[in-house]
């Protein structure tokens, strides 16, 4: 079974920056599309950034230029270097994967486009 665990998550002042890992294991082959999502009560589930298999990446408009989606080599973890944080990025962020083959064209930033999910890890930016 796909097994997604995030980790990183804390408190932070206002321009301070934070790295959120998310560590991945089932997924045959490493060839999974891999994403960032975060949420808030109420809210609906926001795409942040995603990576498909050959490195090819999507960032929301309003992460761009502060957030970095990466993994490492063997693509067993999943990182998100959060820069220059605002009050606004203050959410539970959860990681997300789904197979290669659905995610033709992408790495999307739509939920409904992610079958696997971690618990989450909450990140508060502080004014």
């Known amino acids: 079974a796909v097994r997604l665990m995030e980790s990183g998550g804390g408190s932070v002042q206002a321009g301070g920056s934070l790295r959120l890992s998310c560590t991945v294991s089932?997924?045959?082959?490493?060839?999974?599309?891999m994403a960032w999502f975060r949420q808030n009560p109420g809210n609906k589930r926001e795409g942040v950034a995603g990576?498909?298999?050959?490195?090819?990446?999507n960032y929301a408009d309003s992460v761009k230029g502060r957030f970095t989606i990466s993994q490492d080599n063997a693509r067993t973890t999943l990182h998100l270097q959060m820069n220059s944080l605002k009050p606004e990025d203050t959410a539970m962020y959860f990681c997300a994967a789904v197979s290669r083959s659905y995610c033709v064209g992408g790495p999307y930033l739509s939920p409904a486009s992610y079958h696997h999910w971690g618990q989450g890890t909450q990140v508060t930016v502080a004014s």
């Open positions: 990576i498909e298999p050959d490195g090819g990446t």
């Open positions: 089932g997924v045959p082959n490493n060839n999974y599309c």
